[in-house]
């Protein structure tokens, strides 16, 4: 994918005539309406082909506000070439119709960072996962930012419909890229911090240059650690959330096995390095809500019970993404044996709302809600310790604003 870029102007020239005028004011509309039938990427190919053309395309595009999303689950966690979401995506991304500006991935560590000998292929290769997140970055628009982690499970709304039934992947081959176009009003940026044994602390520049510190409009923050199984790796985490815990925000994620991609940064990743990696929300017609699925929600009724307070929340449904950061403890084997428990109590109170997230090594996240005045309301009384947690899932949703 590249932006629009420039191309020949004979069927944009100006004139003096007004009739001419009139008649390429009619042909831009016609041109418009047939090019949203098109995908980004068609649409893109044709943008050069005059100023007119181009024209139509940068007001298409313009349109095209929704959040999209390409998800991936393999039944055959044995193929050797390529993870299921790098294939899925060189598939899908040629019929999507928004331009992504930021990307979100998640993929399940175990095939993503390596495939080991599988039945059948007894010299099985093992992939890296450097060969399989470069493979999935560069098929996404070069401006594009790209943030890309791995996780023990994966949770996913599968491709085509906003309704489709959630699905909670503990073991198997799996993923997801959500696609967040260029939104009026909304500014999405990634941010990473590396762990550095001689620095203790933040430098406060450092968390107002992605927008989490002298934000008035900053509204949700995902906020994960990677590589939390190494020393000191969560006391890094829980200062660096420290640093803006208390702020008017939602905060919401946990703890990850390792960071695959960040393109915003120009150094190459240190794979074997600890830190804390995130995506900030920023607008005025931004909207979030969190409740915490504590270790006493282990039926369906207590689920329900949950998701009932998170839909007190009043978030629109329309262009709102739901996120569930669980506890690799929970799933199955702590509902006796019940499958997909949490997803499908998300999906009774939010029919039309995508559900994607992880199962991982901590969470992130408490009650709260926001009022229509934009304003947190606490569901208990909050205290920087109540972010922090272990066997319980975090759900959350994240409102966009209006496509229209």
């Given at each position: 994918?590249?932006?629009?870029?420039?191309?020949?102007?004979?069927?944009?020239?100006?004139?003096?005539?007004?009739?001419?005028?009139?008649?390429?004011s009619?042909?831009?509309?016609?041109?418009?309406?047939?090019?949203?039938?098109?995908p980004?990427?068609?649409?893109?190919?044709?943008?050069g082909?005059c100023?007119?053309?181009?024209?139509c395309?940068?007001?298409?595009?313009?349109?095209?506000?929704n959040?999209?999303?390409?998800?991936?689950?393999?039944?055959?966690?044995c193929?050797?070439?390529?993870?299921?979401?790098?294939?899925v995506v060189?598939?899908?991304?040629?019929?999507v119709?928004?331009?992504?500006?930021?990307?979100?991935?998640?993929?399940?560590?175990?095939?993503?960072?390596?495939?080991e000998?599988?039945?059948?292929?007894?010299?099985?290769?093992?992939?890296t996962?450097?060969?399989?997140?470069f493979?999935?970055e560069?098929?996404?628009?070069k401006?594009?930012?790209?943030?890309?982690?791995?996780?023990?499970?994966?949770?996913?709304?599968?491709?085509?419909?906003?309704?489709?039934?959630?699905?909670?992947?503990?073991?198997?081959?799996?993923?997801f890229?959500?696609?967040?176009?260029?939104i009026?009003?909304?500014?999405i940026k990634?941010?990473h911090?590396?762990?550095?044994?001689?620095?203790?602390?933040l430098?406060?520049?450092q968390?107002?240059?992605?927008?989490?510190?002298?934000n008035?409009?900053?509204?949700?923050?995902?906020?994960f650690?990677?590589?939390?199984c190494k020393?000191?790796?969560?006391?890094?985490?829980?200062?660096?959330?420290?640093?803006?815990?208390?702020?008017?925000?939602?905060?919401?994620?946990?703890?990850?096995?390792?960071?695959a991609?960040l393109?915003?940064e120009?150094?190459?990743?240190d794979?074997?390095?600890?830190?804390?990696?995130g995506?900030?929300?920023?607008?005025?017609q931004v909207q979030?809500?969190?409740?915490?699925?504590n270790?006493?929600?282990?039926?369906?009724k207590?689920?329900?019970?949950?998701?009932?307070r998170?839909?007190?929340?009043?978030?629109?449904e329309?262009n709102?993404?739901?996120?569930?950061?669980?506890?690799v403890?929970r799933?199955?084997?702590?509902?006796?044996?019940?499958?997909?428990?949490?997803a499908d109590?998300?999906r009774?109170?939010?029919?039309?709302?995508?559900?994607?997230?992880?199962f991982?090594?901590?969470?992130i996240?408490?009650?709260r809600i926001?009022t229509?005045?934009?304003i947190?309301?606490?569901?208990?009384?909050?205290?920087?310790?109540?972010?922090?947690?272990s066997?319980?899932?975090?759900?959350?949703?994240?409102?966009?604003?209006?496509?229209?």
């Amino acid at each position: 994918m590249e932006r629009v870029g420039g191309g020949g102007d004979c069927c944009g020239s100006s004139s003096a005539d007004p009739r001419s005028t009139f008649v390429l004011s009619n042909l831009a509309e016609v041109v418009e309406r047939v090019f949203t039938f098109l995908p980004a990427k068609a649409l893109l190919r044709v943008a050069g082909v005059c100023r007119l053309w181009r024209e139509c395309v940068r007001r298409v595009l313009r349109t095209h506000r929704n959040v999209t999303w390409i998800s991936a689950l393999s039944a055959d966690p044995c193929h050797l070439a390529q993870h299921c979401l790098v294939r899925v995506v060189a598939e899908e991304l040629e019929n999507v119709h928004i331009l992504p500006q930021t990307v979100l991935y998640m993929a399940d560590s175990e095939n993503f960072i390596n495939l080991e000998e599988c039945r059948g292929h007894k010299r099985a290769r093992k992939r890296t996962t450097m060969e399989a997140a470069f493979a999935l970055e560069k098929l996404f628009p070069k401006q594009c930012q790209v943030l890309g982690i791995v996780t023990p499970g994966i949770v996913v709304t599968p491709i085509g419909s906003r309704s489709n039934r959630p699905q909670e992947i503990e073991i198997g081959e799996s993923g997801f890229a959500l696609l967040f176009p260029q939104i009026e009003g909304i500014k999405i940026k990634p941010f990473h911090f590396i762990k550095d044994p001689k620095k203790l602390t933040l430098e406060r520049h450092q968390l107002t240059e992605v927008g989490l510190l002298d934000n008035p409009e900053l509204r949700v923050v995902l906020v994960f650690g990677y590589n939390c199984c190494k020393v000191g790796a969560s006391n890094y985490l829980q200062r660096v959330v420290s640093t803006f815990s208390d702020m008017n925000v939602i905060l919401a994620g946990g703890q990850v096995d390792n960071l695959a991609s960040l393109t915003s940064e120009k150094s190459p990743l240190d794979i074997d390095a600890t830190g804390v990696v995130g995506l900030s929300f920023s607008g005025h017609q931004v909207q979030g809500a969190t409740v915490l699925l504590n270790e006493d929600v282990n039926d369906e009724k207590t689920a329900d019970a949950a998701m009932q307070r998170l839909k007190a929340a009043n978030i629109p449904e329309q262009n709102t993404i739901g996120f569930m950061f669980a506890c690799v403890g929970r799933g199955s084997q702590y509902y006796r044996a019940k499958k997909n428990v949490e997803a499908d109590a998300f999906r009774k109170f939010f029919p039309s709302v995508p559900l994607f997230g992880f199962f991982g090594n901590g969470e992130i996240g408490c009650d709260r809600i926001v009022t229509g005045n934009f304003i947190l309301k606490k569901c208990n009384e909050f205290n920087y310790n109540d972010l922090f947690h272990s066997y319980t899932t975090i759900m959350a949703l994240i409102h966009l604003g209006s496509s229209k």
